[in-house]
């Protein structure tokens, strides 16, 4: 088993408080100071009765040879889950913080009959100090967390898988239960465990390809999205966690795998003078505003756009438009009465982005700084469209590197208003 398939959410040690016995539970001296850490050793909680300060912190650490997990819940009322269940293979350890004072159980879910009670005392009043240490600790996610938040981040997932109600399913086939489904893919390809797929999928996307899909799946381990084995494994952890069963044990990748793929089209990491060109060769500049000199204006002005927004805020906003559409841009249709000396009574329309529409006028920008103001009396009634006057089709158009490209050039554009 190679060292990276141990993730190890290591905390140093964070300051022991020797704590005075305000209930009477009975927890020798001893116990107390090492109150601080919990042994899960021959399948017990060691010590398994623990007095702790609001506030205060305990690390469980797994010195048994197989896994275990920790799992905390209100002694009164089992159904609030103060910790949810967390995976330790054999050497982990996971720093709990205690935030609210009563009484507690601690479970291993994998081993009937292995818990432990916790009775935390002291006050909701944290100092300063206090918080800081707890928000250091609550900072640091179990592993399915950091592979959603890869997922949805740096590792890009997104941009081509679709995963319950979230991303653009486009590019790549759906991930919705893809935990479940890696098993009965694994099965089909004759390999041992649904993680193996998995990591296949990650790793070796050309050596199986999803029925009606191309070769198109990134290479995570290299620019842009450049995953290190240790962010893979939490990916993999996360997709687990989609209808299977979250077990990090079965994800061996080790760095002689890594070294030996051989280096199929690497993405080069995005390049804001590529980008530039796909702008214009892409039409941007039809719709779009850079610079001083205000020329279109059927969207924003993106002057400035790289100032505000990152960069998944970007990539949403192309390969999804309609999800978001700015307040300014919403484009309407505006039924009028005819005038009264038309003497063919034909009802007009005046179709452009809805500016203002108060009980005294609508406003309507037609054209490059063209508003037309319409009186209230004249309107019938004001259609609203529900999409986006940006084109839709560029998650199908541009390939994922000009996409790279693309978002850089638009991270440089911090110009001043003109
Ligand atoms: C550039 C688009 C793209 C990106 C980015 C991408 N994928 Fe894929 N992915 C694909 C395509 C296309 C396929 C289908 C072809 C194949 O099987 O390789 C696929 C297949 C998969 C499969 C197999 C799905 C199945 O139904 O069996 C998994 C799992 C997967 N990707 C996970 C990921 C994860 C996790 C990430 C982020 C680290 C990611 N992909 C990033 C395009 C992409
Ligand atoms: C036909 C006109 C048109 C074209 C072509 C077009 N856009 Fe847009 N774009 C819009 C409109 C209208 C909006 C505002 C509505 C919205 O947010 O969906 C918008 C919004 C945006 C936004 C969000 C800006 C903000 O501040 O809300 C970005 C970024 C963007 N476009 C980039 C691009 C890029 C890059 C291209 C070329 C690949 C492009 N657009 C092509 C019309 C266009």
New binding site residues.
Partial sequence: MSLFTRLRYFLPAVGVLLLPVIFGLRASAQDLAAGQIVKLRSIEFNPDRLLVQVGDTLTFINQDPFKHDVYIVRTADPNVVVYPATTLLSGESVVVPFMEQGLFTVYCTIHGGMKGKISTTGSFELTEEEKRKVASVKALPPIVKIGETLFWDKAQCYQCHRMGERGVGLRGPDLSDIGFRARIQAQKLGLDAATDYLIQSLLEPDAYLVDGYTNAMAIVYQPPIDLNAQEITAVIAYLQSQGGEVDTWAIDLNQETLATLPAMNPFQHGDSKRGKD??QT???N???TVGAQKSVS???D?TQ?GAY?NWTW?TE??LD??A???AE?Q?ATVYLTPEEDDFFAIEETVEG?LRKNTDEEVEILVALERLERLPKERVTRVEVSKL????TN?VED?SFQQMAD?ITY?QTLKGSAP
């Fill in positions: 796909v702008f892409f039409g941007c039809s719709c779009h059927v969207g924003p993106l756009i927004r970007l906003a192309l438009p309609n978001e559409i700015g841009w484009y982005f986006s006057k940006m084109p560029y541009l693309l638009l």
